[in-house]
């Protein structure tokens, strides 16, 4: 078995046609054929479904495609690798940000990477956390930022900082002149929260059944963006990150006390993959802006306190 067999599989199974695959490849569909034949005839199984129009993976063939991407994926950071220890910096950075991108500082930091490393392409992309560490493992990401959790053996979580969530309501909602409101009184509220993918639900799920509270939960969204607009303009409330709301007119964000959830985003790594320099410099850049951020606010409560 070669490495072309691989290249030429992974190429005809995204393709899904000899002929489109044919010419992403640069060969003749005569040439590939004979080649995914080959591949078959060594493994002793038949990979795709020849019809009229399509090649459609057979059952064998689902089992063997991540394997054969991770192994592309890992030779292509072993090249780039190697092209790094000349000193390049070239190629294409895969990441995955969390869905409070918007109002992160990653922002900021994506464009002074792309200003300073104009050579590398990035690819930024809003995922939730289950996505990303799937993707992580299996060698599609080079890092990610998210809401850490515990329950994956494959990644390691770098932390950035500690996070509260809260409770956001709008500026007419029976409690938006509130400082604080604890936890057990969200039984009585009819909530909007993130579907059950969002680390963020899964967090507060946790805290709810550890003071034995069931949440009046009323609808679900897969984004933050379509549940603020839906709190700013109804009675209704929902549990984000604090620093996914930010500062945003007509709605509060108030303290969840007794107990306070609070969480963690941290940079996610594959525990076992190798870590491109373009990678590892994002990483630095994005520690040094929370770091930068964190020290900031220090000498700011310093300042007011005196």
């Given at each position: 078995m070669e490495l072309r067999h691989l290249r030429y599989f992974v190429t005809l199974a995204e393709a899904r046609s000899f002929t489109r695959a044919a010419e992403?490849?640069?060969?003749?569909?005569?040439?590939?054929?004979?080649?995914?034949?080959?591949?078959?005839?060594?493994?002793?199984?038949?990979?795709?479904?020849?019809?009229?129009?399509?090649?459609?993976?057979?059952?064998?063939?689902?089992?063997?495609?991540?394997?054969?991407?991770?192994?592309?994926?890992?030779?292509?950071?072993g090249v780039l690798a190697v092209s790094e220890l000349e000193g390049l910096m070239r190629?294409?950075?895969?990441m995955a940000v969390f869905h409070s991108f918007s109002t992160s500082l990653l922002g900021p930091v994506l464009s002074q990477f792309a200003a300073q490393y104009p050579g590398v392409h990035v690819v930024a992309r809003l995922l939730p956390r289950v996505e990303m560490e799937r993707d992580l493992v299996e060698?599609?990401?080079?890092?990610?930022?998210?809401?850490?959790?515990?329950?994956?053996?494959?990644?390691?979580?770098?932390?950035?900082?500690?996070?509260?969530?809260?409770?956001?309501?709008?500026?007419?909602?029976?409690?938006?002149?509130r400082t604080k409101v604890p936890m057990h009184a969200l039984a009585d509220l009819p909530l909007v929260l993130l579907t059950q993918e969002f680390g963020a639900r899964q967090l507060i799920g946790r805290f709810f059944d550890t003071i034995g509270v069931t949440p009046h939960i009323v609808l679900e969204m897969?984004?933050?963006?379509?549940?603020?607009?839906?709190?700013?303009?109804?009675?209704?409330?929902?549990?984000?990150?604090?620093?996914?709301?930010?500062?945003?007119?007509?709605?509060?964000?108030?303290?969840?006390?007794?107990?306070?959830?609070?969480?963690?985003?941290?940079?996610?790594?594959?525990?076992?993959?190798?870590?491109?320099?373009?990678?590892?410099?994002?990483?630095?850049?994005?520690?040094?802006?929370?770091?930068?951020?964190?020290?900031?606010?220090?000498?700011?409560?310093?300042?007011?306190?005196?």
């Open positions: 992403r490849l640069g060969i003749s569909q005569p040439t590939l054929s004979h080649q995914v034949k080959q591949l078959e005839a060594l493994l002793g199984t038949v990979l795709f479904d020849r019809l009229a129009r399509s090649a459609d993976l057979t059952a064998a063939g689902r089992v063997f495609k991540p394997f054969c991407e991770r192994i592309l994926k890992e030779l292509d950071a190629g294409t950075l895969q060698g599609k990401l080079d890092l990610a930022v998210a809401y850490a959790s515990d329950n994956n053996e494959h990644i390691v979580a770098e932390k950035l900082f500690e996070e509260e969530l809260v409770l956001v309501v709008g500026s007419t909602h029976p409690l938006a002149s897969n984004a933050i963006e379509p549940i603020l607009s839906t709190v700013q303009n109804a009675p209704l409330a929902s549990v984000l990150s604090a620093g996914a709301v930010g500062k945003i007119a007509g709605i509060r964000a108030i303290r969840l006390v007794d107990p306070t959830p609070r969480r963690f985003a941290a940079i996610l790594w594959r525990r076992e993959g190798h870590r491109t320099a373009a990678a590892t410099r994002m990483a630095e850049m994005i520690r040094a802006a929370y770091r930068d951020r964190g020290t900031a606010r220090k000498k700011a409560r310093g300042s007011a306190s005196r």
